[in-house]
């Protein structure tokens, strides 16, 4: 399928315009490009959803620390396009810096709840508010109906989920479960960066998750659950940013056994920070 490529937010008006008037469902997600399986993954949920699908392509310059080179961010807009195409995306909307940010543009969204939990937000204090901007932004000049994430990022899930409800944005934000290697190893574009070694001792992230989690269902307190994964993690060589037991939609520490949790964790192994997350 040849997705047709809306350059403008005007050329996005019309095309979705149209498909409102033959009565059709669409489904949005938003991406950076440098589109990989997790991306195209999200594209077949949404085919699965609605009627069309509408891939959005922008490097969002809000949601980069000073010390973050956006410059380095990877661009190759001809690949994204062919594979976006392959998977079914009906358009892919690449807006320009002027429609996203227009000279003067001075508002942005702030957060609280699950985008203060102490977990990403520790490490890149500036990251949500920049995300929630964009993504507020794509949902309203989108006007989509479901909106796709994948649950690999949970914290930038759950923060979006909320943004959306908070501020009466009439779309649904679906989380898709994260796409695994068949050995259980999330997949991830960082991957690549992993040497043959490190790439067999990163499967530890999901596999202490797993066992941290059947001991809490087993009875164990989480905080003991998540802090023995953690040595163990440390011990194998990776430097641990977190392993958390968080209540599944608030992301706040879990009060009482019955609260619905997620484990989420992130480390560095080498010079590759790796994130996951599973349910207990
Ligand atoms: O997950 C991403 O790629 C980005 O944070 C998003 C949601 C496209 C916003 O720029």
Redesign the pocket.
Known sequence: MKPKLLRSLAALRRETSAWRREGLTYAVV???GAIHSGHTGLVAAGRERADRVIT?I???PK?FAANEDLGKYPRDEEGDVRKLGKAGSHAIYLPGPQDMYPQGFSTTVSLAGPAKAGLEDKFRPQFFD??AT??AK?FIQTGADYAM??EK?YQ?LKV?TRMAKDLDLPIEVIGIPTVREEDGLAKSSRNVYLSKSERQQALAIYRNLVNAADRIRAGVNPQTATRSATRTLMALGFKVDYVSARNAETLAIPQHRDEPMRLIAAAWLGKTRLIDNIPV
Do not use: A, E, K, S
Request: no cysteine; hydrophobic share 50%; aromatic share 12%.
């Open positions: 938003p991406t950076m959005t922008f490097v969002n949601q920049g995300v964009v993504v794509l994430f994948g990022d930038q979006v």
